[in-house]
C-alpha cells in the first residue's frame, strides 16, 4: 500500500480531482490492450497538465522511492502499460493540446495526450498529413505512440514513428528536464536522444512535449484487391511488387480465416471462399498512380491472383479499409481471448514465415488467423482461444515461442511495431544475445538507476 503521505503530496501539486484512488477508478488501469496477462492494479492515478506537474510527480515517486507508470490509451499489445509493481500510473490524456503547426518548417508540436487521429484531421486542414498509421489510430495517444514506436498500414511506404520525430521534451527518473532535438532538418549534435527516448516504452523518461514531421498529402490515391487461391501466390506477390520498384503506400494481408471473421462482421464483398486477398493502395501524383495501379494489376494477375478488383470511388476504398481495419475486433468476437503477435521478416521472407505460422497451427492444433502489413514484412499471426481453458493455454504459449523462433530465423526481429514490455522480455536475448541485453540494461541503469519508471518492461533488474 502506497503510504497516505505520497497521495497528500500527490494531491497538493495536482489538486484532488485529479488524483484517483478509489478502488474502481484503479481497476481500469490494471490492465491494457494485451491478451492474457495477469492484472495489477496502481495505488494511485494522476493526470497531470503540464511538464512541470509530471516533474513533481516524478521527484515525489524519486523520493519515496515508489514506481511510476507512464500512460496514454491503454492500447498497447506488449504488456507495456500494466503497471505490475503497483506505485503511481501517470495518465498523460490531460497533456491533449496541438501547440503549434508550423508550416514553414512543416512540422508540429503536441502534447502526448494528442490522439493521432487528431493531429492527422488538423494537419489536413493544411494540406499535410502525419504519415504513421497504427490500427488503433482513433484511440491511441501521440505519447504512446512514439513510446511504443507504432508502425502501421503506411510503413511500407512512409516508414514507422521514429522516422517523424523531430524533436522531445523529457522528464528524467531524477525529475529534471531536458529537450532534444528540433525543427532543424540536420541535427547531429551529441548522441541522438530523440531516437534513443522513441520506442523506449516510458523506461528511460516521461515524454511530455514532441516536435513531428509532416509531409504534404498526396494527390490521390488508388486502391487495388488481389484474391488468391493460395497463400504462397499471395506471398510471392507481395515480393513480385516490390521486385518491379513499386512501393505501395500500404500492402496488406489477409488469409480464410480473417477474410471470412472481416466479411460478416462489416460486410465489404471480400470473398469467402479466398486463401487470401492482398490489399494493395498506391498514392502520389495523378499520373504516377494511374501507372503504377495498372502495374500492380498486371503483376497480381501474373503472381496468380483468381481474380483482381479495383476501387471505382472513395466509398469503395474506404469499405476496402475498413474491412482491413476491423481485423482484429472482428477476429475478437469469435473466442473469448485474441492473443495477437508482431512476428516481422524482411519481406522477402513473407512465404516463409506464412508456411512457418500454418506448421505451427497445426502442431499445436490452434485457430490462427494471420494478416497484417504483408508489404514491410510485419504480420500478425492472431491466436483464437480461451484463457480460462488451461491446456489450450499452454499450447498457445509454446505456439507463441515457436513463432518468435521462427521469425529470428528468418532474419527477422521479435517486434515490428508493438515492443516488447512485458509480454516479449524473456525472448530479448534471442534476437541479441546475452551481451546485447546486458547493453540495454547498461543504459537503464545509466538512466534510471533505481528501475523507477515503467520497471518490469523491456529488461528486468538482476
Same mark, same amino acid.
Given at each position: 500500500m502506497l503510504a497516505r503521505e505520497v497521495v497528500e503530496e500527490l494531491i497538493q501539486v495536482l489538486g484532488r480531482e485529479n488524483v484517483l484512488t478509489e478502488q474502481e477508478d484503479l481497476l481500469t488501469y490494471a490492465y491494457d490492450a494485451t491478451a492474457a496477462l495477469k492484472h495489477q492494479k496502481p495505488d494511485v492515478v494522476v493526470s497531470p497538465i503540464s511538464t512541470e506537474q509530471v516533474a513533481e510527480v516524478v521527484k515525489i515517486a524519486q523520493r519515496h522511492q515508489v514506481p511510476i507508470y507512464p500512460r496514454g490509451s491503454g492500447?498497447?499489445?506488449?504488456? @507495456?502499460?500494466?503497471?505490475?509493481?503497483? +506505485?503511481?500510473?501517470?495518465?498523460?490524456?490531460?497533456?491533449?493540446k496541438i501547440l503549434e503547426f508550423d508550416q514553414d518548417n512543416l512540422t508540429a508540436t503536441v502534447q502526448p495526450g494528442v490522439i493521432i487521429q487528431t493531429l492527422n484531421d488538423e494537419a489536413a486542414k493544411h494540406g499535410l498529413i502525419y504519415p504513421p498509421d497504427p490500427g488503433t489510430v482513433t484511440t491511441a495517444t501521440m505519447g504512446g505512440s512514439v513510446s511504443e514506436c507504432s508502425g502501421g498500414l503506411r510503413g511500407l511506404k512512409y516508414g514507422v514513428t521514429k522516422h517523424y520525430i523531430m524533436g522531445l521534451t523529457i522528464v528524467l527518473a531524477n525529475g529534471k528536464v531536458i529537450r532534444w532535438g528540433g525543427k532543424t532538418v540536420k541535427n547531429v549534435t551529441g548522441y541522438d536522444l530523440v531516437a534513443l527516448f522513441t520506442g523506449a516504452e516510458g523506461t528511460l523518461g516521461i515524454i511530455t512535449e514532441m516536435i513531428v514531421k509532416l509531409i504534404p498529402a498526396p494527390e490521390t490515391r488508388k486502391s487495388v484487391l488481389g484474391?488468391?487461391?493460395?497463400?504462397?501466390?499471395?506471398?510471392?506477390?507481395?515480393?513480385?511488387?516490390?521486385?518491379?520498384?513499386?512501393?505501395?503506400?500500404?500492402? &496488406?494481408i489477409m488469409d480464410n480465416v480473417t477474410i471470412q471473421t472481416v466479411e460478416h462482421f462489416v460486410h465489404a464483398g471480400l470473398p469467402l471462399n479466398a486463401e487470401a486477398v %492482398?490489399?494493395? &493502395?498506391? $498514392? @502520389?501524383y495523378k499520373e504516377v498512380v494511374e501507372r503504377e495501379s495498372v502495374l500492380v494489376e498486371r503483376i497480381l494477375q501474373e503472381e496468380g491472383a483468381v481474380e483482381v478488383k479495383v476501387a471505382k470511388n472513395d466509398q469503395e476504398r474506404d469499405l476496402l479499409w475498413l474491412a482491413r481495419r476491423s481485423a482484429l475486433p472482428a477476429l475478437a468476437q469469435k473466442r473469448p481471448t485474441t492473443v495477437l503477435e508482431d512476428a516481422t521478416v524482411p519481406r522477402s521472407k513473407i512465404p516463409d514465415m506464412l508456411k512457418i505460422v500454418r506448421k505451427?497451427? $497445426?502442431?499445436?492444433? %490452434?485457430?490462427?488467423?494471420?494478416? @497484417?502489413?504483408? +508489404?514491410? @514484412?510485419? %504480420?500478425?499471426?492472431t491466436i483464437l482461444t480461451d484463457v480460462r481453458d488451461e491446456d489450450e493455454m499452454k499450447r498457445v504459449h509454446l505456439a507463441v515461442d515457436e513463432i518468435f523462433h521462427g521469425a529470428i530465423a528468418l532474419g527477422g526481429t521479435l517486434s515490428g511495431e508493438h515492443g516488447i514490455g512485458v509480454a516479449k522480455m524473456d525472448f530479448l536475448s534471442l534476437e541479441f544475445g546475452e551481451a546485447g541485453v546486458e547493453a540495454l540494461k547498461?543504459?537503464? &541503469?545509466?538512466?534510471?538507476?533505481?528501475?523507477?519508471l515503467n520497471p518490469g518492461k523491456i529488461v528486468r533488474r538482476d
Amino acid at each position: 500500500m502506497l503510504a497516505r503521505e505520497v497521495v497528500e503530496e500527490l494531491i497538493q501539486v495536482l489538486g484532488r480531482e485529479n488524483v484517483l484512488t478509489e478502488q474502481e477508478d484503479l481497476l481500469t488501469y490494471a490492465y491494457d490492450a494485451t491478451a492474457a496477462l495477469k492484472h495489477q492494479k496502481p495505488d494511485v492515478v494522476v493526470s497531470p497538465i503540464s511538464t512541470e506537474q509530471v516533474a513533481e510527480v516524478v521527484k515525489i515517486a524519486q523520493r519515496h522511492q515508489v514506481p511510476i507508470y507512464p500512460r496514454g490509451s491503454g492500447t498497447n499489445l506488449s504488456g @507495456g502499460t500494466v503497471p505490475i509493481q503497483g +506505485g503511481i500510473v501517470l495518465s498523460m490524456l490531460n497533456l491533449n493540446k496541438i501547440l503549434e503547426f508550423d508550416q514553414d518548417n512543416l512540422t508540429a508540436t503536441v502534447q502526448p495526450g494528442v490522439i493521432i487521429q487528431t493531429l492527422n484531421d488538423e494537419a489536413a486542414k493544411h494540406g499535410l498529413i502525419y504519415p504513421p498509421d497504427p490500427g488503433t489510430v482513433t484511440t491511441a495517444t501521440m505519447g504512446g505512440s512514439v513510446s511504443e514506436c507504432s508502425g502501421g498500414l503506411r510503413g511500407l511506404k512512409y516508414g514507422v514513428t521514429k522516422h517523424y520525430i523531430m524533436g522531445l521534451t523529457i522528464v528524467l527518473a531524477n525529475g529534471k528536464v531536458i529537450r532534444w532535438g528540433g525543427k532543424t532538418v540536420k541535427n547531429v549534435t551529441g548522441y541522438d536522444l530523440v531516437a534513443l527516448f522513441t520506442g523506449a516504452e516510458g523506461t528511460l523518461g516521461i515524454i511530455t512535449e514532441m516536435i513531428v514531421k509532416l509531409i504534404p498529402a498526396p494527390e490521390t490515391r488508388k486502391s487495388v484487391l488481389g484474391v488468391f487461391d493460395n497463400l504462397d501466390k499471395a506471398g510471392n506477390a507481395i515480393a513480385a511488387i516490390i521486385r518491379n520498384k513499386i512501393i505501395p503506400a500500404t500492402l &496488406e494481408i489477409m488469409d480464410n480465416v480473417t477474410i471470412q471473421t472481416v466479411e460478416h462482421f462489416v460486410h465489404a464483398g471480400l470473398p469467402l471462399n479466398a486463401e487470401a486477398v %492482398l490489399l494493395c &493502395e498506391v $498514392d @502520389g501524383y495523378k499520373e504516377v498512380v494511374e501507372r503504377e495501379s495498372v502495374l500492380v494489376e498486371r503483376i497480381l494477375q501474373e503472381e496468380g491472383a483468381v481474380e483482381v478488383k479495383v476501387a471505382k470511388n472513395d466509398q469503395e476504398r474506404d469499405l476496402l479499409w475498413l474491412a482491413r481495419r476491423s481485423a482484429l475486433p472482428a477476429l475478437a468476437q469469435k473466442r473469448p481471448t485474441t492473443v495477437l503477435e508482431d512476428a516481422t521478416v524482411p519481406r522477402s521472407k513473407i512465404p516463409d514465415m506464412l508456411k512457418i505460422v500454418r506448421k505451427i497451427a $497445426d502442431k499445436y492444433n %490452434l485457430q490462427i488467423a494471420t494478416f @497484417g502489413h504483408a +508489404g514491410d @514484412g510485419n %504480420l500478425h499471426p492472431t491466436i483464437l482461444t480461451d484463457v480460462r481453458d488451461e491446456d489450450e493455454m499452454k499450447r498457445v504459449h509454446l505456439a507463441v515461442d515457436e513463432i518468435f523462433h521462427g521469425a529470428i530465423a528468418l532474419g527477422g526481429t521479435l517486434s515490428g511495431e508493438h515492443g516488447i514490455g512485458v509480454a516479449k522480455m524473456d525472448f530479448l536475448s534471442l534476437e541479441f544475445g546475452e551481451a546485447g541485453v546486458e547493453a540495454l540494461k547498461a543504459i537503464k &541503469e545509466a538512466l534510471d538507476p533505481n528501475y523507477m519508471l515503467n520497471p518490469g518492461k523491456i529488461v528486468r533488474r538482476d
